[in-house]
């Protein structure tokens, strides 16, 4: 007698089905979960600060060693995801995750505090270019709203749990708060990864010797092209940084406190979710680069405001538009690979890009602090970051009149 036939086995299972959905909801939890590890040490800052009488450079160092280790956590869990499957990957950046914020907690100095937020980066790594690679596999018609939605699980983390950690530094302090959430993220990861296991059951990697050729020909040898898009995602993200990572300083600086701060953080990541989702339907109209320099552009205002208006209530409306504004850039960049290179190579492709993207973020966060250190306010760590974007904007220009030569030499 023989079993019947599992239905989630590959054999059955079907891109863009209801399952293909399921699975996007539980890989969208992990990382909305998991994601902590990117905007805990934002709220920290200036407790940490305090605590041990360092400056805000010192202190943002945490920040930079943590999209460091997300970075080159990425492109290693890519590739143990492309060996060994998602399952693994995941399970190896829960045990990361969860021991550093133990360890954070329990930190006594600076350096033991900014070494541990690697580890936590490593931890979270997975939950983001591995996740986009894999749902990729899961979705053809909606490929790139699927990429896109699981993206923005970074994003609901960073609307859900910069107020969950400042209430926990308040009400406990910010060691305990560390330790907390390191064992309730190993938890709840752990029991939903489990019931992601189960869905994909004994399906293979999807192979994409098939697959459709690239649609987008920019006449770049794919080196080159990736190369550009390295340089246009470090610009983007120095320039992203800024607010993300120092808000809640700014806030304080301001005289407002650190809650407003993080409240106006929470509300750039809701936001950022919104035009997250909205790029990928953008994306599959009118293709990535376009999306992506549309964003970038947009960018560039809100950083713009910034310099203008910092009354409590403007930086609130000016932090909604920031978040609506750039939140679908860095997906865009997942969109642009699959779009201009071939299959084959999309998932290492797409892992190097997101590296640069995160060496953008950690030195736009570092940079931004010695700014302020050196200036005593964040005018000038604001008019480099619109530096930044500008190289960004040439860049995207410079691929987009290259794709519409191409298309009128067609």
């Known amino acids: 007698m023989h079993a019947p036939s599992d239905p989630r086995d590959s054999a059955h299972f079907a891109p863009d089905s209801r399952l293909a959905w399921v699975r996007l909801a539980l890989a969208l939890a992990i990382g909305s979960i998991g ?30 060693l943590t999209m460091i280790g997300f970075g080159l956590g990425g492109v290693a869990t890519g590739r143990i995801t492309d060996r060994f499957g998602i399952v ?31 580890l936590i980066g490593l931890g979270t790594s997975a939950t983001f270019a591995p996740l986009m690679a894999e749902v990729s596999h899961w979705f053809e018609r909606y490929r790139g709203l699927a990429v896109t939605i699981v993206a923005s ?43 992601l296991r189960a869905q994909i059951g004994g399906e293979k990697l999807r192979d994409h010797a098939n697959a459709p050729p690239p649609r987008v020909d920019l006449a770049l040898s794919t080196n080159t092209l990736t190369a550009l898009l390295c340089i246009a995602s470090i610009a983007c993200c120095v320039a992203m940084a800024m607010p993300q990572v120092h808000i809640v300083a700014y806030c304080g600086d301001l005289g407002y406190g650190p809650v407003h701060g993080a409240e106006m953080l929470s509300l750039m990541m809701a936001f950022g979710i919104v035009s997250r ?3 990928g339907y953008l994306a599959d ?33 000016i932090s909604a538009m920031f978040g609506l504004f750039q939140g679908g850039i860095v997906p865009s960049y997942a969109i642009i690979v699959r779009e201009s290179m071939p299959a084959s190579e999309a998932a290492t492709r797409v892992g190097i890009v997101i590296l640069a993207s995160v060496v953008g973020m950690s030195f736009g966060g570092w940079v931004s602090g010695v700014i302020f250190d050196a200036t005593g306010s964040y005018g000038a760590a604001f008019i480099n970051g619109l530096g930044w974007n500008a190289l960004n904007i040439t860049i995207m220009v410079g691929l987009l009149l290259r794709a519409r030569s191409r298309l009128a030499l067609a």
């Open 277 to 279: 989702i909205g790029s």
């Open 88 to 118: 693994a990957a995941m399970a190896l950046s829960i045990g990361f995750l969860g021991s550093a914020y133990i360890l954070a907690g329990l930190s006594t100095t600076l350096w033991q505090f900014n070494a541990v937020y690697f």
């Open 285 to 317: 109209k009118i293709g990535g680069i376009r999306t992506l320099l549309i964003g970038s552009v947009a960018q560039g205002f809100a950083l713009l405001f910034y310099l203008f208006f910092d009354s409590l209530s403007s930086l609130y409306i």
């Open 153 to 195: 699980g970074n994003y609901i983390a960073g609307t859900i749990w910069p107020p969950l950690i400042t209430w926990g530094i308040q009400s406990v302090g910010w060691r305990t708060t560390h330790i907390a959430t390191g064992i309730f993220c190993a938890l709840a990861m752990t029991l939903l990864l489990l019931v």
């Open 35 to 64: 994601s902590v590890g990117m905007w805990s040490v934002v709220v920290a800052l200036p407790v940490v600060q305090a605590e041990f009488g360092a400056t805000r450079g010192a202190v943002s160092l945490a920040f930079t």
